[in-house]
């Protein structure tokens, strides 16, 4: 396989792997299918892991299981899976270190993307409840002004 092919196949599953991610956060994650582990995620909890974090292993499982049929002849597979670990290795950094500060040191949020991500973030932390949430990407945040528009337009709906 060219050097090519490999590098196009890791940036494709990065950015694949955040579409999946929105889709799965928004129409899994926040559904009554998925709100028994993410609801964990929206709510104070204590001690080191929430059940949300069995969304992060069960997509490790995955990962994992593409390295090993990778290994047996399908070079493909395996970059796939190379760019899902980059991307949860991301996710981890950006999501659990950046936004959350699971991490025991602190990472300032310096230049305009990552404040607009912390930004859109707490957006959607400012609902507890499985619906009207906005902002569901993980890397990627949409206009902070808008958002707030979309919260304050979810949040109306659901007095009505």
């Known amino acids: 396989m060219s050097w090519y092919l490999a590098v196009s196949i890791v940036v494709l599953s990065i950015l694949g792997m955040e579409i999946f991610a929105w889709l799965v956060h928004k129409y899994i994650m926040h559904s009554r299918l998925g709100w028994g582990w993410h609801e964990s995620h929206h ?6 892991f929430e059940k949300n974090d069995l969304y992060g292993v069960s997509f490790s499982v995955i990962a994992a299981s593409l390295f090993i049929i990778g290994s047996m002849g399908y070079p493909k597979l395996w970059m796939m899976a190379f ?30 993307y990552l404040k607009r991500l912390v930004q859109a973030h707490r957006l959607h932390h400012a609902t507890h409840e499985r ?14 002004r ?15």
């Open 83 to 112: 760019g899902l670990t980059i991307y949860g290795v991301l996710y981890g950094i950006v999501h659990d270190g950046l936004i959350h500060q699971r991490w025991p040191f602190f990472i300032h949020t310096k230049g305009r």
């Open 43 to 48: 709510i104070e909890t204590k001690g080191v």
């Open 146 to 160: 808008r958002l707030k528009e979309r919260l304050k337009s979810n949040h109306n709906k659901t007095k009505t």
């Open 131 to 144: 619906e009207g949430a906005v902002s569901f990407g993980f890397l990627y945040a949409g206009d902070v």
